[in-house]
């Protein structure tokens, strides 16, 4: 398949420790693991055992308020320690041996941060539409694509258009539709394409670049996290209800049609992505 106009990569994010906000890049390094450093650690709840995850927000009302960022630039070999803003706006770093100990106060829940999933990880995700019911929150299963001993919740990486964005916005024009909301590794500029583009690519092989080679392997499943607050994005359910439910497709390994923004990914060819690198869809 071919675009009328090119389509580049516009910014690159990346998110050490996960549902926590992360890092605009404008490069980076693409592993078989994803974005070098991405999802590279997580918290535990000490008494469920689970990842923690702001797909909770009931547990967890605040976790989009807290700010991950390395010291320093990821090398393959040696992750650097990560800068971690509060709510508060106090600063902590990963390696300070009282890190848990000031965590665990700021969550008031007991959390251990760790850098290698448990056996079999889960995490717990609300259903705003079944609030009140037994089954409102309910135990998800992470890394099923990815990795073994990961924190993503399926795929290594995800991808976003802007002209997926701006579907998004004609459809909900009182929503606040920024790509922050949907927490992707690459956000492709369509060059004023419109709708849904990425669906059109699972299945398919794109490159970016001279090197990378990525397969697009499922759409993105959405649940309540898009519709929270994160900084000045008010929480808003329209987000899910008026606009994401507009792209009901059907996900290869649910088995189902899903309300999906982005594509997940799989990492054929490793190697370095910049800002500006085109993108090209294979037959």
């Known amino acids: 398949m071919s675009h009328a106009s090119p389509v580049s990569i516009s910014t690159v994010w990346r998110y050490p420790i996960k549902s926590m906000m992360g890092e605009e890049l404008n490069a980076a390094a693409i592993t078989a693991s994803g974005v070098l450093g991405d999802r590279a650690f997580a918290l535990i709840d000490e008494e469920t055992g689970k990842v923690v995850s702001a797909k909770n927000p ?37 390696d300070d041996a009282d890190v848990n100990t000031r965590l665990s106060a700021a969550l008031s829940r007991a959390v251990r941060m760790r850098g290698t999933a448990p056996q079999s990880p889960s995490l717990e995700q609300y259903w705003p539409e079944h609030e009140g019911q037994e089954n409102e929150v309910s135990q998800e299963g992470v890394a099923g694509d990815a990795p073994t001993g990961s924190f993503f919740d399926y795929a290594a990486l995800h991808l976003l258009t802007t002209g997926t964005i701006d579907q998004l916005r004609a459809l909900y024009p009182q929503g606040r539709f920024e790509v922050r909301r949907f927490r992707p590794n690459i956000v492709i500029d369509t060059n004023g394409e419109e709708g849904f583009v990425e669906n059109e ?44 439910i507009h792209n009901k497709v059907h996900v290869p390994f649910a088995g189902k049609a899903l309300p999906s923004i982005g594509v997940y990914a799989r990492v054929l060819s490793p190697g370095v992505i910049r800002r500006g690198d085109l993108l090209e869809v294979e037959s």
């Open 201 to 244: 690519w699972v299945g398919k092989t794109v490159r970016i670049g001279a090197t990378v080679r990525l397969q697009i392997t499922d759409p993105c499943p959405r649940c309540v996290m898009p519709t929270l607050a994160q900084g000045d994005l008010p929480k808003d359910l329209g987000i899910l209800h008026k606009g994401i």
């Open 58 to 94: 009931k547990k967890w009302p605040d976790f989009f308020s807290y700010r991950a960022a390395y010291a320093s630039p990821p090398d393959a070999s040696d992750l650097p320690p990560i800068w971690i803003t509060l709510p508060s706006g106090s600063m902590l770093r990963s």
